[in-house]
């Protein structure tokens, strides 16, 4: 069974497809979305199918600084993302490690915050920032904390039940940070899912149990849709791939089931393994933690959000580390309708060695920078330890509901790959295959989620849809400029993350190894 062609077919139904459907049925495009959940909506182990996920605008690389703060603005401002914003601020702290990556070639949690304050608040971009409709203006700019009075102030709504730890202590002494009130956190399977539907009211299609397995083509070699587990085939003018951290295994599957590219393709994006927690906590210890802050430990990567309500009177607090991730468990093909927990790292190593995120390199060099093998029996301790330092009460094991596994798609400098596959170093040599309308959109490395209401835009502007107002190095989402880091790496030379501070692996002895990134 062969379905209407569509201008736009997109596979995947997270936050890279939604918002792009979204942004294209507005532009007058037919689009249809197809996902392997149940209902066609973001997948039950998808990362976008989250309790919560963090939104600040503080970066240092000025493309993703410029989208965060105009995409905020939207958070604020748009009747369908707007009731599952919360912009309860985010609280940046170094913990007492002083010089936070020490041997590790990133700078000094000094020069951190600097940065972070900077860039929050930069002239150039003041013009996108703006508040919520009757709400009285802008919250206070980001600002460096210099004593304990100003985290008391920050945290002055909790009490109680629920106790500070010292890990807020010290500030300005022991400790370094700084507090942005200009972000917070979003419900984000709720907003993907209300975005989804907005965007089927305006007429996308949305196709529920659709495993991808084939591309389509003409005579003349031109991709023209895809074919499903189903058997159903889908005809469109253009594809899109939006799979996530399945990108990298979608697209070999993909290759090989007609013209396959020369051996050992590099797709420049590849998954990782990510650690979540999910606690209960009661009523009367949520209330007391309303509206606190997202709190991160910028030196260890770990952070957490204020309890959020799940059913009847049922309180949770996810907890979770950004860091370089697990190589096991791998996303899988089946979708089984929940996430895998940490014990299923171990249990999905093979024995023998193993390929990687189909890209044809060995374990030895196990993911982009850093990634280890399997979650560490102890990170759960880990996490409890951690949460510990600024809730201790709350900081037991008879609380834990579930751990769970969140797959980030990485790319070596975490920049986004937004292009269409005949750019790709190797396919655009094989004249049998014409993919100039085929787009591949990945490479969340952890930190796209927050641009929900903007990465549609993006996408129209680098397809030539719309113009580049925005004045992006549009250049940064292409695959030549992967390939061109992939070949610097080789070469010896170091790679600039697109926020300036992942880790270097090159400085970091496997003894030493932190397993641990900057920023989210």
Sequence with gaps: MTSPQVDYLIVGAGV?????????????????????????????????????????????????????????????????????????????????????????????????????????????????????????????????????????????????????????????????????PRGGWAEANNACRALLSHAVKLGVQVHPNSTVTSFTYNPSGKITGVKTASGQTFSAKNVILAAGAWTSDLLTSLSSSSTPLEEGPKWMTRPSAQCVAVLRVTPSEAAQLKDSPVIINFSSGFYQFEPVLVGDNEWQMKIAYHSNGYLYPKPPVECTGKYPCFEDSLASKPTGTREIGAEGERSEDIGYEMAESTIPASRLDQMLEELSQIYPTLASKDRVISTRVCWYSDTLDENWIIDTLNNHPQSCSLNKVKADNVWVVSGDSGHAYKFLPMIGDLFATIAGLSPNTRKLDLSRFRFHHQAKLHRDKSNGEKVQSADSNRFDATKISVKDQQNLRARL
């Design 16 to 180: 890279n497809g939604t918002s792009i459907a979204t942004t294209l049925i507005s532009l007058g495009f037919t689009v249809s979305v197809l996902d392997r959940s149940p209902d066609g909506f973001v997948a039950p182990d998808g990362a976008s199918h989250d309790l919560n996920k963090i939104v600040r605008a503080d970066y240092t690389d000025p493309n993703y600084c410029t989208l965060a703060k105009e995409a905020i603005s939207r958070w604020r401002s748009s009747p369908v993302l707007s009731p599952f914003y919360h912009e309860v601020g985010v609280f940046f702290r170094s913990s007492d490690k002083g010089t936070v990556f020490k041997n590790m070639g990133g700078g000094s949690a000094e020069e951190y915050v600097e940065n972070g304050v900077l860039h929050a608040g930069l002239e150039r971009d003041r013009h996108l920032e703006v508040a919520a409709p009757g709400k009285g203006g802008l919250k206070r700019e980001a600002y460096k904390l210099v004593d304990d009075k100003q985290v008391e102030e920050i945290m002055k709504g909790v009490g109680g039940e629920v106790k500070l730890g010292q890990g807020l202590q010290g500030m300005g002494k022991s400790q370094t940070g700084y507090f942005n």
